[in-house]
């Protein structure tokens, strides 16, 4: 990574650590998803609502962790809202390519998501960043209801 794009990928990360995007409960969620990633201490919650034709309507989380789990959760939330089911997995598939595979280009799909590309090189962060992403995809997959998930073992619906 260039200089320039480190100090911006810096400023991204903790100003969305900071103030985290569609921060806080969501009353009226579909789903929920309580995720746990062990290993660094993060936690997330997850609310999802689902629109008509199964479109991510509404999206919030809420939680704690270190600034890559927040930032990583912020980032998502204000990419995913508004988006069909397609779409969302499309950027999930896009987004753990980024942040696992040493070679992947960054599609621009990602727009600022792009920033995180930095992980990959430290597997424990691969986790943290990840761990927002697992918890919607688990939300994809159960469509209704509460579960919870962890990076270390899936432990699916609960
Ligand atoms: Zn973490």
């Not at 260039?2 to 569609?22: A, F, K």
């Not at 792009?114 to 986790?127: A, C, D, I, N």
């Not at 939300?139 to 209704?144: P, V």
Request: aromatic share 6%; net charge negative; proline share 4%.
């Amino acid at each position: 990574m260039s200089p320039e794009l480190e100090e911006l990928y810096q400023e991204v990360i903790l100003d969305h650590s900071r103030r985290p995007r569609n921060f806080g409960d969501l009353p009226d969620a579909t789903v929920r998803v309580h995720g746990d990633n062990p290993s660094c201490g993060d936690e997330i919650h997850l609310g999802v609502k689902f629109g008509a034709s199964g479109e991510l309507q509404d999206i919030k989380f809420s939680g704690h962790g270190c600034a890559i789990s927040q930032a990583s959760a912020s980032l998502m939330t204000t990419k995913l809202k508004g988006k069909s089911r397609a779409e969302v997995m499309e950027t999930f598939r896009a987004f753990h390519n980024l942040v696992t595979d040493e070679v992947a280009e960054a599609p621009k799909m990602l727009g600022d998501l792009r920033l995180m590309q930095g992980v990959r090189k430290f597997p424990q962060r691969v986790k943290c960043a990840m761990l927002a992403w697992r918890a919607v995809e688990q939300a994809l997959q159960q469509t209704t209801g509460e579960s919870t998930i962890s990076t270390e073992t899936d432990l699916g619906s609960s």
